[in-house]
């Protein structure tokens, strides 16, 4: 969490603009991602999908921050780490159809990448998807050192590299629902208070209605095809993991809990003003008891709105191996079954 929080505070908030991707970059590849009109994005697990005849194709990207893989039906054939501008082939396929799949791994709120589309023989983008999930949260739900076997990532390639929001529990979530999704999280942010007390007065709410999170003021403009049955949020972790220190505006404990719970509120009339009353809510937390999951259940319970729905997920098989104390790879298989289960049981008309 630490180091790319670090890293984004640090980060200017004033973007600098890539140059322009190529013409139709998106209108033979399918994402549901939050991209700009020139196909530049920040949030993890953004992803772009397409079809193509023979036996190659390539993949435009401009980015020299990021970690993707690219996925040829439905199988990780290369892992991109920071490629910079190129247009990365794979080769040697069997003559025939198939589907080719870019997905952005790491988190990046300081940089945006750019994607200039597939290259090849390549056919009319897929179809979206009818059901649609989005998830908001922070370094538990971007995957943040989940591929990383031990808690300790100084000497084992760090976080980027031990980092993959295409195996968070959001993303093996939805693609065993057959549902598009977001995953729009920012490690170290909460909902009122950032990890360790960090740049006060800015939270994950500041940043929440922007495709690319490196520039003050953006605003994602959604297309219109943009419109979830479902929204899982996990806010808090990060308001209430640290002890509160001396200078906080927030005196006590008590008068965080006030805050938050008043946040959250306002959040969610956000999320009720940007989609309607149909999508289903749901206030994740990820812990058994505690001053977060007692906050976040008060939060639910005050709202009285049947759509929005308290979700605690915590599992004593829940292990935490990965970077600094977070999911690992096999958590979020466990979490995404159980949050399956926990759809299954919402009675959603998709």
Not at 29 to 41: I, M, N
Not at 62 to 84: C, E, F, H, M, W
Request: with cysteine; charged share 20%.
């Amino acid at each position: 969490m630490s180091r790319l929080f670090v890293a984004a505070l640090v980060a200017t908030l004033v973007g600098v603009p890539a140059a322009a991707a190529a013409p139709g970059a998106l209108d033979r590849a399918h994402t549901a991602g939050r991209v700009t009109k020139q196909v530049q994005y920040t949030w993890p697990g953004v992803y772009f999908e397409g079809r193509f005849r023979g036996t190659s194709v390539g993949i435009s990207l401009n980015d020299a921050t990021n970690y993707y893989d690219v996925q040829i039906d439905g199988r990780t054939v290369s892992t991109l780490v920071k490629p910079g501008r190129t247009t990365h082939w794979v080769r040697g396929l069997s003559n025939g159809e198939h589907r080719v799949r870019l997905v952005k791994r790491s988190e990046s709120p300081w940089a945006a990448g750019e994607f200039d589309g597939f290259v090849g023989a390549v056919l009319t983008k897929p179809a979206a998807r009818t059901r649609q999930i989005e998830f908001i949260g922070d370094s538990l739900t971007a995957g943040y050192g989940n591929l990383s076997t031990t808690r300790d990532c100084s000497t084992n390639g760090g976080i980027d590299r031990n980092s993959n929001a295409d195996l968070t529990f959001g993303a093996l979530t939805s693609r065993a629902l057959n549902a598009d999704y977001q995953i729009n999280a920012i490690s170290g942010r909460g909902m009122v208070r950032n990890y360790g007390g960090g740049d006060p007065g800015v939270s994950y709410r500041n940043f929440y209605d922007r495709a690319v999170l490196n520039v003050d003021g953006d605003v994602w403009q959604n297309p219109g095809s943009w419109r979830p049955q479902l929204i899982v949020v996990g806010l808090g972790t990060n308001d209430f993991s640290t002890a509160l220190k001396p200078g906080e505006q927030w005196p006590t404990p008590e008068r965080l809990v006030a805050a938050y719970k008043s946040a959250y509120q306002g959040f969610l009339d956000k999320l009720r003003a940007r989609y309607g009353s149909g999508p289903t809510i749901v206030v994740s937390v990820p812990e058994a008891t505690g001053t977060f999951a007692d906050a976040a259940r008060q939060v639910v319970q005050e709202r009285g709105d049947s759509r929005v729905r308290y979700w605690n997920y915590a599992d004593p098989a829940i292990d935490r191996l990965g970077c600094d104390w977070h999911f690992s790879q096999r958590d979020h298989r466990l979490i995404s079954g159980l949050l399956t289960e926990y759809i299954a049981r919402l009675g959603l008309v998709w």
